[in-house]
């Protein structure tokens, strides 16, 4: 009797994961949807079918020429980017906490916020346009990253290499956030200093198709890796010593998940700005519901981190008439969730 109740007990456990794994999935499209609509500019259901349908079958369009900018040119990048830095910054978060054992760090951990920061402010100093922002904050993003595992070689043989990490990363990340200070300070005042600090709060205000064109490539490039050897990220949170006696090369898989997730981080920074906390809570939110286990963690990362975001920047665009910077929206409901969180788990991060 015991055995059947415990067989139709794992059996309705998993019926249940599935389902929530199903609703999960669904989620971001049902919220896309709702997003297309929702905004300055109301737009119906019908009007979005049409669009769709009209282009698809029709082959023509059937809606007014402000209508059809409104859906294809302003919100569909700006929600393919909203899903796509979402999920950039809850993988990149939940890989490095795995990493680093450590349930307080977040995708700047190593510094490439601060590198993106300072390559924005600088383009934008220069005026090199909407790409040239985009390009230099990658690429700064890459070489602060760079720095810190640079330094992390440099000095591992006084500690813990993780250790080291987060340390050279802090510094890194400190010595661009003063060059960005610098920088503000001897910014034009009336067009140039209004501009950095906004980049500097986060928006998708200015997000064109191709930026997401632009930011697409690398993101796959970091996501894939880190999807396909997740189950040895279970490994490598309970230490090196324990993941070595199992056949895993530590010092590789660390190396591979600080790349991919650095490109992630760097991606997704580029082409929003600064946005807090979605690397920090979205991980922790999603193992108070699918447990700690890497297997389901990314996944489930991606499906919550994609719509947290999604939401976040309709309210942005939709709550005031002026919008909203995304990175104030993240910081003001992700602090209280956090400490909500904190307080309600008890489950282990590892």
């Known amino acids: 009797m015991k055995t059947n109740a415990l067989i139709s007990y794992y059996n309705y456990s998993n019926k249940r994961n599935k ?3 199903i609703i999960l999935a669904i989620m971001p499209v049902f919220l896309g949807v709702i997003a ?5 500019y109301p737009v119906t259901l019908s009007d979005i079918w049409t669009a769709f349908t009209g282009e698809l079958f029709a082959g023509e369009d059937l809606l007014p ?10 919100r569909i990048p700006r929600i393919i980017a909203a899903l796509l830095i979402g999920t950039s910054l809850s993988v990149s978060g939940a890989a490095f906490q795995g990493t680093f054992r450590n349930p307080l760090v977040s995708p700047d951990i190593l510094g490439a916020s601060a590198g993106a920061g300072f390559g924005a402010t600088l383009a934008i100093i220069c005026s090199w346009g909407n790409l040239g922002i985009t390009l230099a904050a990658f690429t700064f993003g890459l070489l602060a990253v760079g720095m810190t595992y640079f330094i992390g070689n440099k000095i591992k043989n006084s500690g813990d290499i993780t250790l080291v990490l987060v340390l050279g990363g802090i510094l890194v990340g400190t010595i661009f956030t ?5 920088i503000k300070c001897v910014a034009d005042p009336y067009e140039k200093l209004p501009a950095i600090t906004y980049w500097l709060m986060g928006s998708l205000s200015s997000i064109q198709i191709n930026d997401v064109y632009i930011v697409l490539p690398p993101m796959l490039i970091g996501i894939v890796p880190l999807l396909l050897f997740r189950w040895q990220l279970n490994l490598l949170a309970f230490g090196d010593e324990e993941a070595q006696s199992m056949g895993v090369n530590t010092n590789k898989l660390r190396l591979m998940v600080i790349i991919c997730a650095t490109l992630l981080t760097a991606s997704a920074v580029s082409i929003s700005g600064m946005i807090g906390w979605v690397g920090l809570v979205i991980p922790h939110f999603v193992r108070a519901l699918t447990g700690p286990n890497y297997k389901s963690l990314i996944p489930v990362c991606i499906a919550v981190g994609s719509s947290f975001l999604l939401v976040v920047d309709t309210l942005a665009r939709s709550l005031l008439p002026m919008e909203i910077p995304i990175g104030i929206l993240t910081s003001l409901i992700g602090a209280p969730f956090f400490i909500y969180l904190l307080a309600n788990s008890r489950r282990s991060w590892k």
């Open 178 to 182: 003063s060059l960005v200070s610098l």
């Open 19 to 21: 389902l929530k794994l």
């Open 65 to 74: 020429a402000a209508v059809q900018t409104v859906i294809f040119d302003v």
């Open 36 to 40: 297309l609509a929702v905004g300055r």
